[in-house]
């Protein structure tokens, strides 16, 4: 790690560790180091950067003193506004950006805050480019040749501009809808928003997939993030499915870059629980690539040994997602994550993310309790009955799509007609089909 940057950023008290002549400095760096290799590489366009912010009240200062710094520099920033950690990956890799950047001190109380920085893939900012970042701040800059007591400032037409980019954001919801695999008609999903980052996402997103939800956290104003509320103090989340009859709960922190569960019970699933159920389901169907989950030395003894009889090979790397997905893209992997609820899927994202992960452990349950539901299972057995000995039904859930598959033989293609809708009719009215 370095001075001022950990494994997550450059993270303390606003104003205090961390204050606005930094956020500064690192804006005006950021700028000119990639304009300087644009020039380098004989590009003439200005680098462009993709900035978001969680709701904490120092956000705005430290946003503005970012965009200051880069339009200073000569870079365009590009601003999400209030949004997700991951959804600034998102955008950053899909929209072709110099880099991103995300302030957030994700699960802190609201007085901290943090500069996270995203490469062009999305990933945690290398070493190197840090390391440049800290020389800068502490004025003993040696880069490209030679030594800098200070950096140029754009002039003129050079001068960087500000783009509102609202659009990113909504894009980044899109891709989230998309990836929702079963209908959540018909079920009552809770959401503890954190008075953070998800608090005007996450709801489209559950919404949009035929889910009821109900919110709790989602009333920002500067300084109640994480305040008794989110993954770091789920006991609300447990009372209010317990209570309210949900059929499960979901807790985000701060940025949304981690999620954990509550099921309907009121039990508590942590990240070393997601990633139990995520392997297993994913082995059932022989998509988990190489037999392995990344983990970290935080997780639980237990994890391991349900690992050692499931026959799912396991890594274990020091604390800190960064370390996670550096493990993952070396090897390979598709499924690592911590205890905290820092869950990567890198088939579909660079970073750990809660409503991501929200998702995958709908789709998990989704496709369990389809086979299982009552109702389902008496509309099997009415068709079985009713075909006697002259056709057979068989339903069951494919191994290579999320679908439910239903197949009737009999004489006559309208009576398999018949058992089929009869069938699937009960999966879509309970939510189990699109």
Known sequence: MGKYF????????ANVTLTADNAYKVGRFLGWYYKEKRKQAGITEPPCVVIGKDTRRS????EYTLVAGLTASGADAYMLH?????SVAYVARIDSFDCGIMI???????????IKLLN??????????IGYIEDYIDGKLELFGQKWDEIPYATRENIGRTVDYVAGRNRYIGYLISLGMYSFKGKKIALDCANGSTWNVAKAVFEALGATTYVLNAQ???FNINDNAGSTHIEGLQKYVVENGMDVGFAYDGDADRCLCVDEKGNILTGDHILYIYARYMKERGKLVNNTVVTTVMSNFGLYKAFDELGIDYEKVAVGDKYVYECMEKNHYILGGEQSGHIIFLKYATTGDGILTSLKMMQAMMSSKGLNDEDVKAAVALAEKELGDSGRILVRESGTEPVIRVMVEAPEKEICGKYVNSVVDVIKSKGYGA
């Not at 209030?82 to 991951?86: C, L, Q, S």
């Not at 957030?104 to 943090?114: I, L, R, T, V």
């Open 6 to 13: 950990g494994t997550d950023g450059f993270r303390g008290e």
């Open 59 to 62: 956000s705005y200062m430290f």
């Open 82 to 86: 209030v949004t997700t950690t991951p």
């Open 220 to 222: 920002p104003d500067g």
């Open 120 to 129: 062009s893939n999305g990933e945690k900012m290398d070493e190197e480019t």
């Open 104 to 114: 957030s001190a994700s699960h802190n109380p609201y007085y901290d805050n943090g």
